[in-house]
């Protein structure tokens, strides 16, 4: 089973990720900016640890993202030496607009399926779901 699902999935991300070329942004861009957002005050450091990548390489990601306009760093009013990120009014913009891109991609593939398969593909989410789960 998991010869056949490996390829598929990757070939859907593949496919979904195509969706963010018109924005100018790429998928790894757009899971930066998710997490930043989703962590509101971050650091590079946290981001890096996060992300699973060191924290010169986070740190020339962030720096991208700041020069697009994507996102910014401002001090911590807490600690002074702290710098956190946020994301900017741009890069939330932006955010929604790969939300819904990728949505309407996906939404327009599923109704070509009968709804047989439609029911099957449902009843698979808490499945994949579980795949997801943090420590499975």
Known sequence: MANGLRPSLLHLNRKLRRELAP???T???AALLYSIRSHPGIGVRELAELEGV??????AYVDRLQAAGLVG???SERDRRRV???VTEDGLRTLRSARSRRTAWLA???RRLEP???ER???ALPAFRKLLEVGA
Request: charged letters at 35%.
């Open 27 to 29: 998928g790894g861009q």
């Open 121 to 123: 593909v449902e009843a």
């Open 116 to 118: 047989e398969e439609l």
């Open 108 to 110: 327009e593939r599923l």
């Open 73 to 75: 760093r401002r001090r």
């Open 84 to 86: 956190e990120l946020e």
């Open 54 to 59: 060191s924290t010169p390489a986070m740190s």
């Open 23 to 25: 924005l100018g942004i």
